[in-house]
C-alpha cells in the first residue's frame, strides 16, 4: 500500500515509519522535525520530507504530487503542553487534524488511522486536584478530563 505517514519524525512515528517499511509499503513519511537516527534508512519506493502541516496549501500540493494513497496514518502533534505555550499545542494540533483530514476527504483517501495517546482523556497533563478516574478500567464510555490543551486539542 501507499500510505502517507504524518508525525514520522516522532516517538511513535519513528516506530511506525519503522513497521510500514518491514511490511514492504511505500511510505510518504512527513515531520516538521528530521528523522532521528533510529529510523530505518527510507527503500527508493518511500521518502521524508519536512513540512508543516499547519500550512494546508503546502500539505495539498504534496499529497497531489505525491498521492494517490490508499492510507493515512495521522500522528502529527505536539505530544505534550509541558513544554509549549498551551495556545500553540491547542492551535496545531486542531488545525494540523483538520488539514489532514480534511485534504485526504478532498482527495478520494478512505482509510485514515488518526491516534493520539493516554493522555487524550486528560489525566496525565490535568490539575493534581482534579485528577482522579471514574472507572477502571477506562473505555470509549469513560468521560474524559479535558482541561488541558493536549487533551482539549483532542477533543
Known amino acids: 500500500m501507499k500510505i502517507l505517514l504524518t508525525g514520522a519524525a516522532g516517538n511513535i512515528g519513528t ?7 518491514q511490511e514492504n509499503h511505500s511510505v510518504a513519511a512527513l515531520d516538521i522535525l528530521p ?3 533510529h529510523a530505518l534508512p527510507l527503500p527508493p519506493s518511500s521518502s ?13 500540493t504534496f499529497m497531489k ?9 495521522h ?6 503542553p509541558l513544554h509549549h505555550d498551551p495556545r500553540h499545542v491547542h492551535n496545531v494540533n486542531v488545525t494540523s487534524s ?9 482527495l478520494g483517501v478512505r482509510r485514515i488511522v488518526q491516534a493520539s495517546s493516554v493522555n487524550a482523556v486528560g489525566l ?8 482522579w478516574l471514574n472507572a477502571v478500567p477506562m473505555d470509549e464510555e ?14
Open 48 to 60: 521524508f520530507t519536512i513540512l508543516d502541516l499547519c500550512d494546508y496549501a503546502a500539505l495539498e
Open 98 to 106: 483538520y488539514n489532514v483530514l480534511r485534504t485526504a476527504a478532498d
Open 35 to 37: 528523522l532521528p537516527p
Open 15 to 21: 516506530h511506525v515509519l519503522n513497521h510500514l517499511l
Open 75 to 80: 500522528l502529527g502533534a505536539i505530544p505534550d
Open 124 to 131: 496525565s497533563y490535568t490539575p493534581p486536584e482534579h485528577c
Open 65 to 73: 504530487r505525491t498521492g494517490p494513497y490508499q492510507g493515512i496514518v
Open 142 to 155: 469513560t468521560p474524559y478530563k479535558d482541561e488541558d490543551p493536549y487533551a482539549l486539542s483532542k477533543q
